[in-house]
């Protein structure tokens, strides 16, 4: 698996950054108590 750090330093595509926008405003909407890596299948408490 690629280090974190340099995948980080790297400029993201157009897919990963939808991927993040769309977590992120996930995230927002369950007030940050998800966490982001949850399996789709885990019903939201």
């Known amino acids: 698996m690629r280090n974190s ?3 980080l330093k790297k ?3 157009s897919t990963q950054k939808q991927e993040l926008s769309v977590l992120q405003s996930r995230n927002q ?3 940050g108590s998800v966490p982001i890596r949850a ?3 885990t019903p939201i408490k």
Do not use: A
């Open 5 to 7: 750090i340099e995948y």
């Open 11 to 13: 400029p993201l595509s």
């Open 29 to 31: 909407v369950n007030g």
């Open 39 to 41: 399996n789709r299948t």
